[in-house]
Every structure is written in C-alpha cells, then in structure tokens.
C-alpha cells in the first residue's frame, strides 16, 4: 500500500458559464468595493489620483470559452501524478468525500474549483481550494509545482456544482507560489498558493496562526469540503460536499499509517490527520479521496489543513486522511497572500519625491532598484505617504497626509471605472507624529494601522478592510514620546506582523505581533542601536523572499540608501549585513 494524493477525477460535463464579474461590499472577509466617500476636490495641490501609476493587471488574457474549456478537460481527462514522481495514470475507482453530505456554496462561499490542461502535453487536473484574499487561494503544492497555472489554469467560484451555468464565475490565474521545499517523495510542504487574475467579491477564510494549537487538540471537530470522486463510477460528485472530522493525535496518525503502508511517511509537525480509522469500505468510512485535493480542512473559521494525501482507494482498513498542517506554513503562506505591491509581482517598489513635488517610482529588481521612472508633478503637500493594500483587492493604495489641509487621504482602484481615486480617510487623524501599517495586527485578515502622538500615547486602528478603520485602541500610555513607528509584514517568521520603533535615541526595538488586539505585541527586543537615518522605508518585501525588508537612507550629502534584508530571525540578526542600492537620495524629501 502506498500514499496517494488527493487530488483527480474525471467526468463528461456539460459547459460553465461565468457571470461578469460583480464588486459589492460583502459579508466579513469579502471584497469591499464600496468605497468612503471622496473629498469633493480630492486632496489639496495634489494632482489626479494615480496619474502615471502603473495600469493593474485586467482580467485574464483568456477568453471565458478558454476558461471554461480548461476546467471541463480538467474534469473529464484528469491525470494522476503519483507521489514517488513516476508517469501518471488513469486513477483507480475511488471514493468521494465518504460518508459526507452535500452542501452549497452559501454555506461555503470561498470554496473554488481548480481546472488545469495543458493542450500541448495532455497535462489535466482537477483540485479544490479556498479562496483566503479576493485574489489568493490557499491549495495543494502537488496541484501547482512544475505546472504553468497562469497559460493552462482556471479558477471557478460561486458554483456548488461542477456543471454550474447560471451562477459560477469563472477567472484565470495571474501567479503562482508552492513552498520551496515541496517533495513529492515525501509528500512534505504540500501546500500553495495562487493569485487570480481578477480579484473575487466573496467571502474568504483566515489561516490558522502560529498559535492555535487548540484547533488541533484531539477530538476537536473540523470539516472538509471537496467535489471528490463517486464511488463505483469514477465521475467527479456533481455537487459541493462536506464531511465533518475529528482531529486525531499525531502518534496515532502515525501508528496507523506506518502499519498500513509499511513504511515512516507521516511527518509529525508539517502534517495532521482528521477523521476516525477508514472501515476497508465505503460504510462506515468518512474521509476526502481522490478529487479533493487543495481543499479546506475547516475548525473554528479557519483553514487548519489542506487536503493532501491518504491510502489507496481511500477506505483501507484503519487508515486516515492527511492534511498539510496549516498553523506550520502560515509563516510561509501568508505573505504570498499579502504580497500588494505596485508592479504586481510579489517585490515591493520604491516612490520617492523631489521638493519641487515630482514623484518617481523605483522598481525591486529583487536584489537592487530600477533607473527611476518620473510619474507626475504636484506632490508637493504631501508630508508623508505610506504603501498599503488596505482593501485587500491586490492592488496598492497610496496613503498620504496633505500639509495644506492636515487630513489623511487614500488613492484607491476603483473597480467600477477601472481608475485610480482619492477618497479621504475620515476615521484617523491627520495630526499625529508617527504613522504605520503593519499589517493584521488584530487576526481578522485585515490591515491595520499604529499611530503616535506628540506625548507618547500610542493607538491601534484596527481596519474595516475597505480603506477605513474602527475605532482607536490605546495600547501605549505616554511612554512612546519621540518614538517613530515602522513595519510592513512579518519581520520574525512566526506569520503575524511585527512592529519596528525607533526611540529618540535612535535605538530600534522590534516588537513582535501577537494577533491580539488589548495586547498586540509581546516584549521588546532591540534590534539596532545609532540609526540615524534621515529615511526609514519600510513597505514589504523588496527581494521576493517572502521576508519583510527595510530600507533606509544615509543622512550625509552622499544620500546612500540601503537593503537591510529580512532574516525571520528574533533578535539582534533580525536584518542581513546591509547592501547599498546607490547613492544620491538625498536628492528626494520623502521616501515611501
């Protein structure tokens, strides 16, 4: 007996239809397109919001016949790539979700379907996943690694059935990520992580944190949703199923495994099994099969488990299904997920302008910055700016405070025109010392924002995800006076982000993010004393690492600016010896 992954099906189906694509403020978690209301004259002396910027990314080059078209062949042709890497074959009659039910996709509205076919090698399948951004959805590495998902791959959303003419829509897939370290041997890091092409308006899930052993404890109940294989026909289910689960112990995974396949292959720590043994039948048997790979293993609203690998024929004696262990990779995952930047390719860019109000833009080469690109002039009242996704539609607003009329103004897409505008930010306000925006600092899947004011009082934002913000939470009394707050993203490998102060000293303090909002931080670590940089950029990922960066300026009349990369390391090493990215920045009077 050996390990099977969960993915394959196949089934003649009728067409899909896609319905064009609708942007609506949604229930918690989906995309919200209803934007605050914008100042009448936008900000003042700035110019049109977006002029110059780059265009984003349209809907998928391919038509929706295309589409359509890759998902049925995914469907009715679907191969099986077996775990040891050997030639696919025709799967073996297996089981759907076994002793499951049918459900919709109301009650599961970020569930997705994964068609991929490769035309020219005959390449075709099928996988499930979960939509975790309006953009992103959370799968199996072993449906994405080695495939060429944005030239052979479609995404189905809102259909609970495989054949859905009226209500799916139907997107084609931008990018794609699998970890690194996925082994089809092993069957190790089995999870991923694709960017549409368009972002979706539903409702998404939210990754188990670092934290939240308790979604594992033994007996706790999940539930997977998946369009498996029928048992007897070797079709795909026709509808949208579920089956709920109990968490197993690791060690007893592992015992009964090990005595089924004859060898080690559960790996305690990257991967988590759920259900009660497999009776050698479908009666009495509960448990994913082939088909419903990539899918969600679901425990308290969040994705503890992604479908990844069991037994052959899915029903053998004592076995259990396996799933990646979600909480383990969200370190890895979720800054794929939060990768907004303005070229759209996962590395963040510079903008920078002149005191004469001309802004530039400066694009991550991965290891270094482009010649510089003039975007427009009137930048001149801006006091600051920051970088941001804070609607989480992929696309990166701009965040500024206007000198003239000291208030905070955002440049959003706006998904209706297809155009860049301002709306100005009615929720925080304009006069405080410092500013950041992190991240999610609150475990809600939407950014927020920390400012200081002049006595050292601190605030947390926590954000509505459509550009505003709830109501402000003291979390520093009077001690942070003179301190400047920096962050975007996970500085420490732990999947939450993290918080840079810098003291008036000029002492950096790392901060590490908890995800809890009374308390969103846990004890302070110094990360750098002498940083007297006339800049401090902190806006993502500027390498494609996955790793947040920080960039930082020389205060001298040679104007270096430097890479400090990220290491995930909390301590002193939190940065890479620094790289210089050139010198003459002193030339600009706001970086960001």
């Known amino acids: 007996m050996k390990p099977v992954l969960r993915g394959r099906g196949r089934r003649a189906l009728?067409?899909?239809?896609?319905?064009?694509?609708?942007?609506?403020?949604?229930?918690?978690?989906?995309?919200?397109?209803?934007?605050?209301?914008?100042?009448?004259?936008?900000?003042?002396?700035?110019?049109?919001?977006?002029?110059?910027?780059?265009?984003?990314?349209?809907?998928?080059?391919?038509?929706?016949?295309?589409?359509?078209?890759?998902?049925?062949?995914?469907?009715?042709?679907?191969?099986?790539?077996?775990?040891?890497?050997?030639?696919?074959?025709?799967?073996?009659?297996?089981?759907?979700?076994?002793?499951?039910?049918?459900?919709?996709?109301?009650q599961a509205p970020w569930m997705v379907q994964l068609g991929y076919h490769d035309e020219a090698t005959g390449d075709s399948y099928f996988c499930g996943g979960?939509?975790?951004?309006?953009?992103?959805?959370?799968?199996?590495?072993?449906?994405?690694?080695?495939?060429?998902?944005?030239?052979?791959?479609?995404?189905?959303?809102?259909?609970?059935?495989?054949?859905?003419?009226?209500?799916?829509?139907?997107?084609?897939?931008?990018?794609?990520?699998?970890?690194?370290?996925?082994?089809?041997?092993?069957?190790?890091?089995?999870?991923?992580?694709?960017?549409?092409?368009?972002?979706?308006?539903?409702?998404?899930?939210?990754?188990?944190?670092?934290?939240?052993?308790?979604?594992?404890?033994?007996?706790?109940?999940?539930?997977?949703?998946?369009?498996?294989?029928?048992?007897?026909?070797?079709?795909?289910?026709?509808?949208?199923?579920?089956?709920?689960?109990?968490?197993?112990a690791d060690s007893t995974c592992d015992s009964a495994l090990g005595g089924i396949i004859g060898e080690d292959v559960f790996a305690e720590g990257s991967m988590v099994c759920a259900g009660t043994p497999a009776s050698g039948g479908d009666e009495g048997t509960t448990s994913p099969c082939n088909g419903d790979s990539g899918g969600p293993l679901v425990v308290n609203g969040r994705i503890a488990g992604v479908v990844s690998w069991g037994v052959e024929g899915c029903t053998a004696k004592g076995a259990y299904p396996v799933f990646s262990k979600v909480s383990s990779y969200t370190w890895a995952a979720q800054p794929r997920i939060d990768d907004a930047d303005l070229t759209f390719d996962g590395r963040t860019d510079l903008l920078a302008r002149t005191p004469s109000g001309g802004l530039f833009q400066q694009n991550s080469t991965g290891n270094g910055l482009t010649q510089r690109e003039f975007q427009s002039h009137g930048w001149e009242t801006a006091s600051w700016g920051l970088q941001a996704d804070l609607d989480r539609d992929w696309y990166q607003d701009l965040i500024i405070r206007d000198s003239v009329d000291g208030r905070l103004y955002r440049s959003y897409l706006d998904h209706g025109s297809w155009t860049w505008k301002w709306a100005r930010m009615t929720s925080v306000w304009g006069g405080y010392r410092s500013y950041a925006i992190p991240g999610d600092l609150t475990g809600d899947a939407r950014p927020d924002l920390v400012a200081v004011d002049a006595n050292g009082d601190t605030y947390l934002y926590p954000g509505k995800?459509?550009?505003?913000?709830?109501?402000?939470?003291?979390?520093?009394?009077?001690?942070?006076?003179?301190?400047?707050?920096?962050?975007?993203?996970?500085?420490?490998?732990?999947?939450k982000p993290d918080l840079l102060a810098k003291d008036s000293a000029n002492t950096v303090w790392l901060y590490r993010g908890t995800?809890?909002?009374?308390?969103?931080?846990?004890?302070?670590?110094?990360?750098?004393?002498?940083?007297?940089?006339?800049?401090?950029?902190?806006?993502?990922?500027?390498?494609?690492?996955?790793?947040?960066?920080?960039?930082?300026?020389?205060?001298?009349?040679?104007?270096?600016?430097?890479?400090?990369?990220?290491?995930?390391?909390?301590?002193?090493?939190?940065?890479?010896?620094?790289?210089?990215?050139?010198?003459?920045?002193?030339?600009?009077?706001?970086?960001?």
Not at 217 to 230: A, D, H, I, M, Q
Request: aromatic fraction near 6%; glycine fraction near 14%; proline fraction near 6%.
């Open 465 to 495: 995800g459509n550009g505003e913000f709830n109501a402000k939470i003291k979390v520093v009394s009077g001690s942070w006076k003179g301190v400047k707050v920096y962050g975007h993203g996970d500085l420490t490998g732990d999947g």
């Open 14 to 106: 009728t067409g899909l239809s896609a319905a064009t694509v609708a942007f609506a403020l949604g229930c918690a978690g989906a995309l919200a397109a209803v934007q605050p209301a914008a100042a009448a004259d936008g900000p003042h002396g700035l110019p049109e919001a977006g002029l110059d910027r780059p265009a984003p990314p349209r809907p998928s080059k391919a038509t929706e016949k295309e589409l359509r078209e890759r998902l049925l062949a995914a469907q009715e042709h679907n191969a099986t790539r077996e775990p040891d890497g050997s030639a696919r074959k025709k799967p073996g009659v297996s089981p759907y979700i076994i002793g499951g039910s049918e459900t919709t996709i109301e």
């Open 130 to 248: 979960a939509l975790v951004a309006p953009n992103k959805v959370l799968t199996a590495a072993h449906c994405v690694a080695g495939l060429d998902w944005a030239r052979n791959g479609a995404v189905l959303a809102g259909a609970t059935d495989l054949d859905d003419t009226t209500n799916g829509t139907l997107v084609g897939v931008h990018g794609q990520w699998s970890h690194p370290r996925y082994n089809p041997q092993t069957i190790k890091d089995d999870i991923a992580v694709l960017t549409l092409s368009t972002p979706l308006d539903r409702a998404w899930l939210r990754l188990a944190a670092s934290h939240d052993s308790g979604l594992y404890k033994p007996g706790t109940t999940g539930t997977v949703y998946g369009w498996g294989l029928t048992s007897g026909s070797g079709q795909l289910a026709t509808k949208l199923r579920k089956a709920q689960l109990p968490m197993v």
């Open 515 to 592: 995800g809890n909002a009374k308390d969103p931080w846990s004890g302070r670590i110094k990360a750098r004393t002498g940083w007297n940089f006339s800049a401090i950029v902190t806006s993502g990922d500027l390498t494609g690492d996955g790793i947040a960066d920080l960039l930082a300026r020389d205060p001298g009349s040679n104007g270096t600016l430097w890479l400090y990369k990220g290491t995930n390391k909390a301590s002193a090493d939190l940065f890479a010896p620094r790289v210089s990215l050139g010198t003459g920045f002193n030339q600009y009077n706001l970086l960001f």
